[in-house]
T-cell receptor, first 115, second 113 residues
Framework: GAVVSQHPSRVICKSGTSVKIECRSL??????MFWYRQFPKQSLMLMAT?????????EQGVEKDKFLINHASLTLSTLTVTSAHPEDSSFYIC???????????FGPGTRLTVL | KQEVTQIPAALSVPEGENLVLNCSFT??????LQWFRQDPGKGLTSLLL?????REQTSGRLNASLDKSSGRSTLYIAASQPGDSATYLC????????????FGTGTRLQVTL
């Protein structure tokens, strides 16, 4: 149980384009989903927290207009990187938490490369 | 601001050895601490979660300890195997609601044959 999937697993795009990453909780309802970014050989940095049906809360230094987050249902959250640039190349990981507030369940990650 | 540090950054051991990974955090006001495993290019797998009131947790060959007052946790791996090769991350939860996790820098472990 408690499986989280991400799609795509890997994406390469040209600079200036937008990329959408999906995060789904497969066998549970996720009241809250989290988006992290991980640069090579660095740890995970929380980007934003999204609750179903409400606006995401962004961490300090994360541009909300650049990283659009939508959490329209209890099983799906999307992260759209708008006008991507090479410095946005990173590993993006989502996680989901149930209403039980026990722990976060992590997706397999999406490797974004912006050329 | 909570800072989480893991030492060593990388470790290579021969198969069969016991080993200890270290995690330290600057703010002892935490609710729990969790150890994760991350395989290359993959997401995170939770290994052990220790509540702030607990001293240790065990799962198979893994044992995690927590000394909240000194801001330290250790992950002990017994009889290491090549399949244990991965990056190990610790994370502290400062809210008690599994929301604001602060991750350490990770230890890259390689177990050789």
């Amino acid at each position: 149980g408690a499986v989280v999937s991400q799609h795509p697993s890997r994406v390469i795009c040209k600079s200036g384009t937008s990329v959408k990453i999906e995060c789904r909780s497969l066998d549970f309802q996720a009241t809250t989903m989290f988006w992290y970014r991980q640069f090579p050989k660095q740890s995970l940095m929380l980007m934003a927290t999204s609750n179903e049906g409400s606006k995401a809360t962004y961490e300090q230094g994360v541009e909300k207009d650049k990283f659009l987050i939508n959490h329209a249902s209890l099983t799906l959250s999307t992260l759209t990187v708008t006008s991507a640039h090479p410095e946005d190349s990173s590993f993006y990981i989502c996680s989901a938490r149930t209403g039980g507030l026990d722990t976060q369940y992590f997706g397999p990650g999406t490797r974004l490369t912006v050329l | 601001k909570q800072e989480v540090t893991q030492i060593p950054a990388a470790l290579s051991v021969p198969e069969g050895e016991n080993l200890v990974l270290n995690c330290s955090f600057t703010d002892s006001a935490i609710y729990n601490l969790q150890w994760f495993r991350q395989d290359p290019g993959k997401g995170l797998t939770s290994l052990l979660l220790i509540q702030s009131s607990q001293r240790e947790q065990t799962s198979g060959r893994l044992n995690a300890s927590l000394d909240k007052s000194s801001g330290r946790s250790t992950l002990y791996i017994a009889a290491s195997q090549p399949g244990d090769s991965a990056t190990y991350l610790c994370a502290v939860d400062r809210t008690g609601t599994a929301s604001k996790l602060t991750f350490g820098t990770g230890t890259r472990l390689q177990v050789t044959l």
